[in-house]
């Protein structure tokens, strides 16, 4: 039987928010990579972000071939559902776990002293170049996975 235990949700983030600590605290007292006067902060998360959502959509895609190589895929087909429904479900998931993530480490950025910029559109466009280029990248995998 299955539990509902609410801490299962906040894993992912608390998780995501140990490691942008464990790696961005010590980096912004070292000053060991040139930045060209940029905080390491400021230098780092975008990069992190860029990273945990390729991550993602790399297991993402992993696990649309696992589906397919146990089986599981052929019985999902056999529903209603669109065939390209379940691609893109899988896809936007990717997309949104993608999204919290970078939401958790713009948020732990900003507590270590990241100057974020204050302009709506611009976190915007990273929401959707994030959930977009994860979505994308997800279904690669299986495009390239031999039949």
Not at 13 to 19: G, I, K, L
Not at 24 to 48: E, F, K, Q
């Amino acid at each position: 039987m299955r539990s509902s235990g609410c801490s299962a949700p906040t894993a992912p983030a608390r998780t995501t928010a140990v490691c942008c600590i464990t790696t961005l605290l010590p980096v912004t007292h070292i000053r060991v990579i040139p930045t060209g006067g940029i905080p390491y902060v400021d230098y780092l998360a975008p990069g992190m972000i860029a990273q945990s959502a390729m991550f993602i959509a790399i297991f993402y895609g992993v696990q649309i071939i696992w589906e397919r190589d146990a089986g599981v895929l052929n019985k999902l087909l056999v529903t209603p559902t669109p065939r390209s429904a379940l691609i893109t479900g899988k896809a936007f998931a990717a997309g949104v776990k993608s999204l919290v993530q970078a939401v958790v480490v713009l948020l732990v950025a900003a507590l270590l002293g990241m100057a974020l910029t204050w302009n709506p559109v611009k976190p915007l466009a990273v929401a959707a170049i994030v959930l977009l280029g994860s979505a994308f990248f997800s279904c690669l995998s299986p495009c390239t996975r031999c039949p």
